[in-house]
């Protein structure tokens, strides 16, 4: 089966940087979106940012100028640089990637285990 592996969370004071990474593997035929959803204590799960196949990205309001999506395809790896981080950044960060399987035609989601992001002095 698919799988989803984060990495790159941790603590870090406001103002500072992380850079989340998460690599896809096994049977996989191709991906279609890959991208990066956050839950904060007591919150819903919520998009971050997303890029697609063809490079097209989209983002969170709260982070548009401060968060950098990419990916290397080759790997079926995807990035999130998170810059000028605050408070309110705090949460688990989840990977997810809709995956086309060998002799399949339909996508399917998988998503990571999570990585946790603490911005706190």
């Known amino acids: 089966q698919v799988q989803l592996v984060e990495s790159g969370g941790g603590l870090v004071q406001p103002g500072g940087s992380l850079r989340l990474s998460c690599a896809a593997s096994g049977m996989i035929f191709g991906i279609n979106v890959m991208g990066w959803y956050r839950q904060a204590p007591g919150k819903e799960r919520e998009l971050v940012a997303s890029?697609?196949?063809?490079?097209?990205?989209n983002y969170l309001h709260s982070v548009k100028d401060r968060f950098t999506i990419s990916k290397d395809s080759a790997k079926n790896t995807v990035y999130l640089q998170m810059n000028s981080l605050k408070p309110e950044d705090t949460a688990v960060y989840y990977c997810k990637a809709d995956v086309v399987r060998p002799l399949a035609s339909i996508l399917s989601p998988y998503w990571g285990q999570g990585t946790r992001v603490t911005v706190s002095s």
């Open positions: 890029i697609t196949s063809g490079g097209s990205t």
